[in-house]
């Protein structure tokens, strides 16, 4: 089963634009991990936020968690093409990582 | 290159043949994760080790598949009798201890025929 829920599947941007990803958990976590994905090609681990962490920033990434309403948002800041892959966040409850099923975005140039 | 390696990183095999993956995680890292993940959706989780211990083989998608760490290190991945449904991306991570960030590899992409 799917921990976490990304929305939405999939996202269509212009170069230059913001990118907007969320996540939706169902349990109690210990941390919530966003990761990359180009075509084909293994996880890039992104940014690590822990349930006592409210906002993480890392370059041109924002990521926000509320464990209150069991969410987490990713913002790709002035997004580029090179941006473009599938999005996923991952749920960490002690033992494993439990992944959503994606964004796919897509940055136009 | 002191990132997750994993080995091959394409196999095609005919159905009910058994195939064995291999996994070398970042050096000092004490945890290990074996994942599949099919066209289109997120990682799923299949085993994990803590050194050498496998703490948790309940996702293992059947009994066809079995994961050995011996030595605390590297690990391999078994499928036995491979079926068309075996077919997917296997991935394996690293981390160096729990709540940790985990490095994941380029997977092995197991095509059955």
């Known amino acids: 089963s799917q921990q976490g829920e990304e929305d939405p599947q999939a996202l269509s941007i212009q170069e230059g634009e913001n990118a907007t990803m969320n996540c939706s958990y169902k349990?109690?976590?210990?941390?919530l991990q966003w990761y990359r994905q180009n075509s084909g090609r293994g996880l890039v681990h992104l940014i690590l936020?822990?349930?006592?962490?409210r906002e993480k920033h890392s370059g041109r990434l924002r990521v926000t968690l509320d464990t209150s309403k069991k969410s987490s948002s990713l913002l790709i800041t002035a997004s580029r093409a090179a941006d473009t892959a599938s999005y996923f966040c991952?749920?960490?409850?002690?033992?494993?990582?439990?992944f959503g099923g994606g964004t796919r975005l897509m940055v136009k140039p | 290159d002191t990132g997750v390696s994993q080995d091959p990183r394409h196999k095609i095999t005919k159905r009910g043949q058994n195939v064995t993956f291999r996994c070398d995680p970042i050096s000092e890292h004490n945890r290990l994760y074996w994942y599949r993940q099919t066209l289109g959706q997120g990682p799923e989780f299949l085993t994990y080790?803590?050194?050498?211990?496998?703490?948790?083989k309940s996702r293992l998608l059947s009994d066809r598949f079995s994961a050995e760490r011996p030595k605390g290190s590297f690990s391999t991945l078994e499928i036995q009798r491979t079926e068309q449904g075996d077919s997917a991306m296997y991935l394996c991570?690293?981390?160096?201890?729990?709540?940790?960030?985990?490095?994941f590899g380029q997977g092995t992409r197991l095509t059955v025929v």
């Open positions: 991952a749920t960490d409850a002690g033992n494993m990582l439990t």
């Open positions: 080790f803590q050194n050498e211990a496998q703490l948790e």
């Open positions: 349990t109690s976590i210990n941390n």
């Open positions: 991570a690293s981390s160096l201890a729990n709540q940790d960030e985990a490095f």
């Open positions: 936020i822990r349930s006592n962490e």
